[in-house]
């Protein structure tokens, strides 16, 4: 690639990462509704942690941001990747794919505005020979599986073997589980206040299912003394991650969030995840999946893990059993006024 694609590639991305550092939310934003009529919502009014998840691009800029430590490239590297004669080049913008007009401007209408780390690499291969041989093997892996995704998977994956877990097994057991009897959001926090004085917990992640709760937990838990972190889906994706970058040195103990940090943040210190409130999908169902993503921040790196949920109502109750049906697993209850039995489930 000649040097003045390179610097001018470089200069785009300096200035796409700019603008992404300057946007500022909208009061309002335009969607279409079930039957295609297009309807305004206000992006201040109350959310669902379900309508809080984060677009695919946000959460691999996230990733990327947060893990950058993690890649470790020698020089060396770094000079073959810009070669496109080395089978370890690599792009740094979508530019240097030289797509045609229309689909890089899809690209970046979709919120992309610069490949993920396996991107850089897969894409320019992936462009070379799109065709795949029929003699290739394919492998697909996930933590999870949406029914979408499991959908695409039968279409990519013609005949395949499939292993997968039992319901029963997706759950460690090196997380306890536990669920708490409450009738209001205070004793709920009261609740959690027994729990800190009960237990020794080294970091915590509390999960909330609107961002008013998660700012009014937050404010509490700092009255209390506790050094709190907050994370949630109006901040802006290096916000995020220097809050969860604070949070895995140690400099917060105690990190409250909606479902922008449900998965696939890794903190080894973290020894309780609380569901201040349980997941549930947009329609008030159970959102299983997410629970999973939830608790599994605990019990990381085969450490012990302990994961408690709030029931404050009869329906908060029948989600909780209903997640236990699902995974086939019983969450034993925890009284959090008896001071002895809190201190049993830490043993």
Known sequence: MA?????????????????????HLKEEKIKPDTN???????????????????DRAAQS?????????????????????????????????????????????????????????????????????PMLPRNCQMLLFSAT???????????????PNVIKLKREEETLDTIKQ??????????????????????????????CHTRKTASWLAAELSKEGH????????????????????????????LVTTNVCARGIDVEQVSVVI???????????PDNETYLHRIGRTGRFGKRGLAVNMVDSKHSMNILNRIQEHFNKKIERLDTDDLDEIEKIAN
């Open 61 to 129: 800029l996230l990733n990327k941001l947060i893990r950058s430590n993690l890649v470790d490239n020698t020089n060396q590297v770094e000079v073959l990747q810009r070669d496109p004669n080395s089978p370890l080049y690599s792009v740094k913008s979508f530019e240097e794919l030289r797509l045609k007009p229309q689909l890089l401007q899809g690209v970046y209408a979709m919120g992309f505005n610069r490949p993920s780390k396996i991107q850089e690499n897969a894409l320019p291969l992936m462009l070379a020979e």
């Open 145 to 159: 599986f949406e029914d979408s995704v499991w959908k695409f998977a039968q279409k990519v994956v013609p005949d």
């Open 275 to 285: 569901n201040f409130d349980l997941p549930v999908d947009k329609d008030g169902n």
């Open 36 to 54: 295609g009529a297009v309807v305004k919502t206000n992006a201040n009014a109350e959310k669902t942690d379900e309508e809080e998840k984060e």
């Open 227 to 254: 050094q709190v972190a907050l994370l949630s889906g109006e901040m802006m994706v290096e916000q995020r991650a220097a809050v969860i970058e604070r949070f895995r040195e140690g400099k917060e103990k105690v």
């Open 178 to 207: 536990y669920y708490v009897l409450c009738s209001s959001r205070d004793e709920k926090f009261q609740a959690l206040c027994n729990l800190y004085g009960a237990i020794t917990i080294a970091q915590a992640m509390i999960f």
């Open 3 to 23: 040097t003045d694609s390179w610097a001018l590639a470089v200069d785009e991305q300096e200035a796409a990462a700019e603008s992404l550092s300057n946007l």
